[in-house]
């Protein structure tokens, strides 16, 4: 028999949990936002300081080395963001399939497992 109560708490469940998992991906992605306008400002300044620096230069090999050094600093300072930033967004994948992980596993762990084919010998 169709049963009311049970229908309409089914649905408030699916109601909250979709509403955290909203919630908790919009937190991620401000977070995501937040990290790139900070790495963006940093960047930038960091560029400033460089050619400020840079102007100052009286010989080619000085602005050689500058040049070297700002460059190594500023793709391992990518590297780290970009690593950084990569596990924001795994996070933000995991945290907004956390919520729809138990309904999704639960009908697979009651289905019986298939049987195991090997491939015939040639």
């Keep these: 028999m169709f049963n009311f109560d049970d229908t309409s708490r089914k649905s408030k469940e699916a109601m909250d949990t979709m509403l955290k998992s909203y919630s908790d991906t919009a937190k991620g992605v401000q977070a995501i936002a937040t990290e790139a306008a900070e790495y963006s400002k940093k960047s930038f300044q960091d560029a400033v300081n460089h050619f400020e620096t840079l102007s100052g230069a009286r010989s080619f090999e000085t ?11 500023s793709y391992e300072n990518f590297i780290a963001e970009a690593t950084k930033m990569g596990e924001m967004y795994a996070d933000l994948a995991k945290g907004a399939y ?3 992980e138990p ?6 762990a009651k289905s019986p497992k298939a049987p195991q084919v090997t491939p015939a010998a040639a």
């Design 63 to 73: 602005v050689f080395e500058l040049q070297t050094g700002f460059i190594k600093s």
């Design 98 to 100: 956390k919520p729809y």
């Design 103 to 108: 309904p999704v596993s639960a009908p697979s």
